[in-house]
């Protein structure tokens, strides 16, 4: 799509373009340039000169128990994170869509927590949880459960993965019942006419008719979980025990900050680049149907 | 016809119940961080901790505020606002710029620029976290506003935004503009810009909820604790070690971390909404 009316001239456009090109040059392209050159390269211990390795930092990597692991903890911890927070979502909207009136109070209610930093987020669950001080360890403590994340490793993955969530399922919330509602009333009547029952319709006429809105909360959820929930780890578990969280973005930046390995670190931007890359693309595509839909 | 699907009665009663359950099962964490910011440490460290309020209150706020741990929370909350609203001002403004030319112009190289601009929508600062610490090193902008900002604008979410919607603004508009003689910026400032400031409004609140949230980068350049933003302030009130933690001062601290976006949110539901849905398109 193009302008048919546009204006002449040459060196204002450019002057006008200037501003965001010269941010990005710096702030983005020469650092992502960075992160390929570094990442075919080890450095020594201080720093004073380093040796090009080909790609032998990914070689390294990839055979890596550690970092196999941090792509398995990533998994679940993002598949967990999506599942929990739509899960939650939809049972809510679904709720809400019920209602004549009233729905809008409660998506004021419902959406703020969407404001609330991850990594705030991570600092109250940790304190309901917290070993010493916690009030919902202590209450499982009276029931003869024995919480503590600090040394169980699925305690601590269940415990970034509720945090993580939390706020996530205000914003999930927010679009299913946007989606729930541009559900034309008649056709949900009709079938209602027919008797079909709650669950009838929702298997066979609300959840298709979601599904775009469904698909699209799915990319937009794994990328959170993926890039965001820096905060509520590095709060909570400064992905310890053993590892057991320390997904992907963590591993650079404690590899990259705490261990100072910086070709390993480059490397491993370099391999999230080609991620987001791909969930890029699935979101493009798939936002193309949409505009189809 | 209505009874169908909504429900009336006891149905209805449950459908609220259910609501009621989910709002107060999200609301619980920080209603426990506000408890615990109105009660003394002694109550704190005996567990169980009360479940109401206490008399507390203005003790640790002002305690937050003006000594906080390692440096006064006043300050960090003026830092989270100088960085906020500066990422939302550069990136709207460099925003509407560029788009302007990208839409309103031909020049050589537009299409170049279009595409690099579309690139770095795929690539978040956490994935090129070291390389961009050193350009803010090498740039002695290490515990600095400038430092803070300038990274996070490099993105083109705002760019594609503008884009779309000055595509939409029908041409007759721009027609009218140069037969009255009016240029370029005339026709940018006297017609563009008012005609967005909808989209500029709801972009604003989106970014300043983007730019106060902001963690990982302000943990890595702001080494110094009076340049520290409050939301990443927090952690670092906590001591190393096996020490206790200010439990009622760091509490303190977790809410007013969350109360401007929070507020944001709430009283401009409407542009919150409509940018959240807009960025996403």
Known sequence: MEKRVIFKGLWLPLLLVAPQMVITAVFFFYPAGQAIWQSLFIADPFGLKSQFVGLGNFEYLLADPFYRASFLTTAIFSISVTLVSMGVALYLALLADRLIKGSGTYRTLLIWPYAVAPAVAGVLWMFMFNTRVGVVAWYLGVLGYDWNHVLNEAEAMGLVVVASSWGRISYNFLFFLAGLQAIPRSVIEAAAIDGAHFWTRFRTIVWPLLSPVTFFLLVVNIVYAFFETFGVIHTITSGGPQQATTILVYKVYSDGFVGQDLGSSAAQSVILLGLVGLLTIIQFKFIERKVHY | ?281
């Open chain 2, 1 to 281: 016809m209505a009874g169908m699907v909504e429900k009336r009665g006891f149905g209805h009663w449950l459908t609220h119940a259910g609501l009621i359950v989910g709002v107060l099962v999200i609301f619980f964490p920080i209603w426990l961080a506000f408890v615990a910011s109105t009660v003394t440490q002694a109550e704190i460290v005996q567990p169980p901790m009360p479940l109401l309020p206490g008399d507390q209150f203005f003790n640790n706020y002002r305690q937050a505020l003006v000594a906080g741990v390692n440096a006064p929370v006043a300050a960090m909350l003026m830092n989270s606002l100088i960085m906020a609203l500066g990422i939302a001002f550069g990136k709207i403004v460099i925003s509407l710029l560029s788009a302007f030319a990208i839409v309103y112009f031909r020049f050589p190289g537009r299409k170049l620029f279009f595409w690099l601009i579309f690139l770095t929508l795929m690539l978040p600062v956490e994935v090129r976290i070291v390389p961009t610490y050193e350009v803010i090193a090498g740039f002695g902008m290490l515990n600095s506003y400038s430092g803070l900002i300038f990274p996070l604008i490099a993105s083109a979410t705002a760019t594609f935004l503008f884009r779309q919607f000055f595509m939409t603004v029908p041409d007759e508009l721009t027609e009218a503009a140069r037969v009255d003689g009016a240029g370029p910026m005339r026709f940018f400032w006297d017609i563009l810009v008012p005609m967005s400031r909808t989209n500029i409004a709801a972009l604003f609140v989106i970014l300043f909820i983007y730019g106060w949230n902001q963690y990982l980068w302000p943990l890595l350049i702001t080494t110094d604790p009076s340049m520290n933003t409050i939301v990443m302030g927090i952690k670092q009130m906590f001591p190393s070690g096996d020490d206790l933690a200010d439990w009622p001062v760091i509490m303190a601290t977790s809410i007013l971390a969350m109360l401007p976006p929070v507020l944001v949110v709430i009283f401009m539901q409407k542009l919150f909404i409509r940018g959240l849905v807009d960025s996403e398109k």
